[in-house]
């Protein structure tokens, strides 16, 4: 979980080296392991990170040859190595190992169709100097989160909303209709926050925004549902097990020790068994269970636990879980 935030300008007012790492300060939780900025007239990017990928040479921003362009970046690209090997052979050279890098030289060769062709949860800013021109993407079921708002003639974003509250000249007011559906619904809806004049990006969308031309939001991607019925329930079996298959090896490139979330059900059995047949160690399973027996479903994590034969690691949450909360 890493973080990332900016400030771009749309008008005469300037953006701050210390706003930027203010933000990012705020943040510190989401990516332990590094910080970095890029400021120049008029924009500021910077992240917080957490080291899955490439360790030694993954510093963000990073930037392609000539440092026209520069990429901060949350999330992973699960298919960045078939995707960095295409770019490879069209003569973009590479100067890290990490899957950010393969996004700067996306954008190179694509624009905004670079994220027609990613694969992974993600949210990233894309600053193209030439262009003078800010691109920022959310992956197509927003598991990566980006907040944006314009005030005082600026754009900025961030992965959480406090990074937003960190500039003084958002007001910290209540969006009464967005708290409203998060009681209701128990969520906010897919374009706004509890905080009024401050957006979420929407899944699948894409925003691009400069002086010239301002802010636009386009969507790059939306589900499509078209069943068919005629196939076999063997056939169904087959797929869904594949698409699993698949699923899981592709989340299993990382250069950290990977575990799962174990609690029993179909969903996390189904990924901790796919790993265990096709993961070359033990795999290391995680559950969260409760004092009260009548919530507490530790067990079917444990039968799933034995069955698979994994590093298992429980937690029990007691009544007063909120004292200990810091």
């Not at 329930?233 to 594949?242: A, G, M, N, P, T």
């Not at 444990?302 to 879980?321: A, G």
Request: net charge negative; hydrophobic share 40%; glycine share 8%.
């Amino acid at each position: 979980m890493c973080g990332i935030a900016g400030l771009l300008s749309l008008g005469d007012k300037p953006v701050f080296e210390e706003e930027i790492q203010s933000m990012c300060d705020a943040m510190v939780h989401r990516g332990p392991d590094d910080a970095g900025y890029y400021v120049r007239d008029g924009i500021a990017l910077g992240m917080r990170r957490l080291s899955i990928i490439d360790l030694s040479t993954g510093h963000q921003p990073v930037h392609n040859e000539d440092r026209s362009i520069w990429v901060v970046f949350n999330g992973e690209i699960y298919n960045f190595k078939s995707l960095r090997a295409d770019l490879e052979r069209q003569g973009h050279c590479f100067y890290t190992g990490t899957d950010t890098e393969v996004i700067v030289h996306l954008y190179e060769q694509y624009g905004e169709r670079c994220v027609g062709k990613m694969r992974g949860m993600f949210a990233f800013a894309v600053w193209d100097e030439r262009r003078k021109t800010l691109m920022l993407a959310r992956d197509r079921l927003g598991i990566k989160p980006v907040f944006y708002t314009v005030v005082d003639g600026r754009l900025a974003f961030g992965s959480e909303l406090k990074v937003l509250l960190q500039l003084r000249e958002i007001e910290r007011k209540l969006n009464w209709a967005s708290v409203n559906h998060l009681f209701s619904a128990m969520c906010t809806s897919s374009s706004e926050s509890i905080v009024e004049g401050v957006h979420k990006l929407k899944p699948g969308h894409i925003l691009t925004a400069s002086a010239k031309n301002r802010i636009r939001v386009s969507e790059y991607w939306d589900v499509v549902f078209d069943p068919d019925y005629g196939k076999s329930k063997q056939y169904f079996v087959e797929r869904l097990r594949d698409l699993i298959e698949e699923s899981v090896r592709l989340r299993l490139i990382a250069d950290v020790p990977l575990g799962a979330f174990l609690s029993g059900g179909i969903d996390s059995s189904s990924v901790v068994a796919t790993m265990a047949r096709i993961g070359s160690g033990r795999v290391k399973t995680f559950s969260l269970g409760f004092a009260e027996q009548e919530f507490n479903e530790l067990e079917y994590a444990r039968q799933v636990s034995r069955k698979f034969e994994t590093d298992h690691h429980e937690l029990v949450v007691e009544p007063n879980v909120l004292d200990i909360i810091d």
